[in-house]
Every structure is written in C-alpha cells, then in structure tokens.
C-alpha cells in the first residue's frame, strides 16, 4: 500500500516537473577517451499578445455634409495555438462612451474592427464589450516580418453628429485598446 | 584391477613438451620480446589521455514572462583532461533534427543557442554549432570531479533568443542538450 503510494507521487512529481519546464535528471560523463554528458532543458512560453502600429486620428475641417471615416492598419500578434484574441475598446467620454470632447461640447464617434488589414468596414465595437474570436496572421510581434499589419481599425463620425458639432473648435478624445489572447 | 589413468599420461606428456619449450627460450629472446612488447605499448599510452566531464545540471527556464527579451540560463562545470596540454575539445548535440538545438512542444519547436567558456562563472562564451567540435580548450580542473583544486572549470551558456521566443506558440517545451567531450 505504502509503496503503490509513493510510486504514485513519483509519477505525479515527474508529470509536474515535466509540465513546468523542467526535466529529469542530467547525466554525468565517467572517466575515459572520451565522456559525455546530457542535460534536460525545459521551458514554458505563456499566452502573450501586442498590439502595435497604432496612430493618431484627426479630422480635420472635414465637411459635415459626408460621413467622416479613417481606416488604418496596425499589427495584433498572438501567440496561442490559433493565433486567437479578442478586443475591447474603450473611449474617454461619461461611461467610456466613444465620444470627442470640446469643453462641456461632446459629439459621439463609431468604431470598428476587422481582423485583416486593409479594411474600411468591419464589425462595430461596444464600448467595454469584447469582440471575440478574432484571428491574427502575424508571426511577429510588432509584424516587422511577415505580414506588415494584419487588422484594421475604422472610426467613423456621422454626418447628423457632424452637422452638430461648432464649426472651428477643436473636439479631442482618446480611444483605448485592450487586446488579449485566446 | 584399477582401470589406467590415459589422461594422467597425456598431462604429463604436455607438461613435459611444455618444459621443454620454456627450457629452449634463451635469455636474450627473451630480453628481445619484452622490448618489443614494451615498444608496442608506448603508443597505447599516448592515445590513453583521459577526459571527463561532470556537475551537469538540468536547465529550467521556467515561464518566460518576457518574450521581447533573451533568457539566458549559464552553469558552471568540472572539465578534466589529463593531457599533456590539459586539452579538450567538446561537441554538442541536441534533439532536434540533425542534432539541431530546439525544445519541442508537440508540433511546436523552440531554437536555443549554446556557447561554452573554458572557465568558470562565465556568462557568454563562443558559439557552439550541433555535432561541431570545438577545439583548442583547455581545462585548469586537477581532478576529475573538482573535488579539491577548482571546484569547476567551464561554463555552459542557453540562450533562448526574443526572437525565437516571440516567434514560438504558447506552451512547454522541452528538449535534451548532449555534450561529448575528447582530450587534444
């Protein structure tokens, strides 16, 4: 009985050791015209993802009479078997509503992603709501090789908040991204 | 009537020509053989350098929380050779294909680099390339083990490159890194 138990912890030891890297025991070389010896090497990469090549939006003097919209293609990697995230974006306005700010002057903005580059429509974002099941083509981290981007980001104003914004004044905002694996 | 003893016969006839032999080898033949066995066997002490290699340890990386960032892992161990010069060389192999120095996570192959010092202590060393020798070491070990003298005598450096690690997917890797070393 004794010994069946310590043949089991044995077992679940080495199962643990193997899962966390580590490795059985290194061998040393004996005495002779030659000797060698072995090492175990173990290591563990956990879920990593980057989001990348992100640049600022302005419209500016745009006419009010067509919808404004800017596309732009940036770099998400993942690492994970299926290369999968998810994003969640965030504004700056009450609640974290999409909106730019002038003073107490507030105008809101639409944003949408697409899991390609190179898109000027994608799927429209809520904000602090996940869009999941998203798949990056990058094989590096900032898609210095590879693919140069692999997803788009639209943000878009519509002409009725447009018309109701104070011609020559300056609406400012942020927009934060949160990007994790899946 | 006991029956004869024929073997006792033949024993006494093979050591009685066997005597006789030994009686008919003079002195200087003698003499002569145990040059030449002598002459044969100074080679065999020449090519009888020993070398050992031993204070290997298991490298774990661990998680690698950093994949932007090389992680190096270094170890000191004992090198002995008993040559003339305290010569060595090494040569590395791992489980990759052709000996290739990868960790493996089922389909998924992790790259490390691997550099050896012919001293303790050492961070960073000269490359090693898979099945490779590496000549011209030399080891400052005066016992096999280190036991007394330098506890250890070279270093062996892994180096898991951010490129190769951001790179890799997600998961634990895992791979055998072989050392073989000769005396010079």
């Known amino acids: 009985m004794i010994g069946a138990w310590i043949l089991r912890l044995s077992a679940a030891c080495v199962a643990a050791m193997l899962a966390d890297g580590a490795a059985l025991a290194a061998t040393q070389g004996s005495l002779g015209s030659s000797s060698t010896g072995s090492i175990a090497i173990g290591a563990s990469v956990p879920n990593r993802v980057q989001i990348s090549g992100l640049t600022d939006v302005s419209f500016a003097n745009h006419d009010p009479a067509t919808p404004a919209l800017d596309a732009q293609d940036l770099c998400v990697w993942s690492n994970t078997a299926t290369r999968g995230y998810n994003v969640t974006a965030t504004g700056s306005g009450s609640g974290n509503a999409f909106t730019l700010a002038s003073g107490a002057q507030t105008v809101p903005y639409s944003v949408e992603w697409a899991g390609s580059s190179g898109q000027s429509s994608g799927t429209g974002l809520t904000s602090g709501s996940a869009l999941t099941g998203l798949t990056s083509s990058a094989t590096n981290a900032t898609c210095s090789t590879g693919p140069g981007s692999t997803a788009s980001l639209i943000v878009k104003i519509a002409t009725p908040d447009l018309q109701s914004m104070q011609a020559a004044t300056n609406y400012t905002g942020t927009l934060t991204l949160l990007v994790a694996p899946e | ?184």
Not at chain 2, 72 to 83: E, R
Not at chain 2, 105 to 126: D, T
């Open chain 2, 1 to 184: 009537m006991a029956a004869p003893d024929y073997c006792a016969a033949a024993r006494a006839s093979r050591t009685g020509r066997r005597s006789a032999r030994r009686r008919a080898w003079p002195a200087g033949l003698v003499a002569a053989a145990a040059l030449a066995l002598l002459s044969v066997a100074a080679p065999a002490a020449a090519a009888s350098n020993k070398v050992r290699i031993t204070q290997l340890s298991d490298v774990a990386f661990g998680t690698i929380a950093n994949l932007g960032q090389d992680a190096v892992q270094s170890q000191s161990l004992c090198l002995y050779s008993d040559s003339a010069t305290n010569g060595y060389h090494v040569t590395a192999s791992g489980t990759g294909p052709g000996g290739a120095f990868e960790l493996s996570s089922g389909a998924g192959v992790l790259a490390y680099e691997v550099q050896w010092s012919s001293s303790a202590a050492q961070s960073s060393g000269v490359q090693l390339w898979p099945n490779v020798p590496l000549s011209g070491q030399v080891s400052a070990a005066t016992q096999q083990t280190c036991n007394n003298g330098p506890a250890s005598s070279a270093s062996l450096i892994l180096i898991l490159r951010a490129a190769a690690l951001s790179g890799a997917t997600a998961g634990s890797y895992n791979g055998t890194l072989t050392l073989l070393v000769g005396p010079e």
